[in-house]
């Protein structure tokens, strides 16, 4: 509590950024209230409206933090100087444990994002909500740019590409919804969950030899 009081002073849209993605995560976005995200954090509702209008707007920050967090990991690899299957394997290692260790903001997104697709959106909303899709669309090239190179080089396979590539992202993302982290989780224990989800999600694009 400490600490979240000592955060709340020095980061208060951070501090508050965080307390509304775990009651997101915990309670679903519908049913979360503004004073829920103040109890969380010991604060005023006051304090929460100074930084944040509306939940929408503590949802589309969380979104683009979450997107931030996936981007800054594999922007990098997609370019890097190795064969393209080293890339790509690569690239998923650090998309699964960012969605592992951001999980109560990219949970926020996945539930979110089709609560405010079914509901009525001002103009505001729609266009952020294009922007974030944009952003989602472009890590996805990322990855299709380096599967076409992998398949020029003869290390990775896929009838349609842009077909191939979805089933990979279904598999690295699902990890948010089952993936439950336990006090004793050691970092090697870490580790080899990432390395299981991969070789799952990407074995349908690897060739193996």
């Known amino acids: 509590m400490a600490q979240q009081s000592e955060a709340l002073a020095i980061e208060p849209r951070n501090a508050i950024l965080e307390a509304a993605a775990w009651c997101f995560m915990e309670r679903g976005f519908n049913a979360t209230s503004i004073d829920d995200i103040a109890r969380e954090l ?8 100074h930084y944040f209008d509306t939940k929408a707007e503590l949802f589309f920050e969380i979104h683009h933090r979450a997107m931030d967090a996936l981007l800054d990991e594999v922007t990098p690899l997609a370019t890097a100087s190795m064969p393209a299957s080293q890339r790509f ?7 699964v444990r960012t969605l592992i260790l951001t999980r109560h903001y990219q949970r926020t997104v996945s539930e979110a994002v089709q609560m405010l697709l079914r509901s009525t959106t001002t103009a505001s909303q729609r266009l952020q909500l294009t922007r974030l899709q944009e952003r989602r669309n472009h ?11 992998g398949m020029a080089e003869g290390s990775m396979q896929a009838q349609r590409p842009r077909v191939a590539i979805k089933p990979v992202f279904g598999a690295m993302n699902s990890v948010i919804n089952w993936y439950h982290p336990r006090e004793d ?12 989800v991969v070789d799952v999600a990407l074995q349908g694009v690897m060739l193996r030899s």
């Open 89 to 95: 394997t690569e690239m998923a290692q650090r998309y």
């Open 185 to 196: 989780e050691t970092q090697e224990q870490l580790d080899q969950l990432v390395g299981e």
């Open 42 to 49: 010991s604060a005023t509702k006051g304090m929460v409206y």
């Open 139 to 149: 890590c996805e090239s990322l990855f299709l740019t380096v599967l076409e190179q």
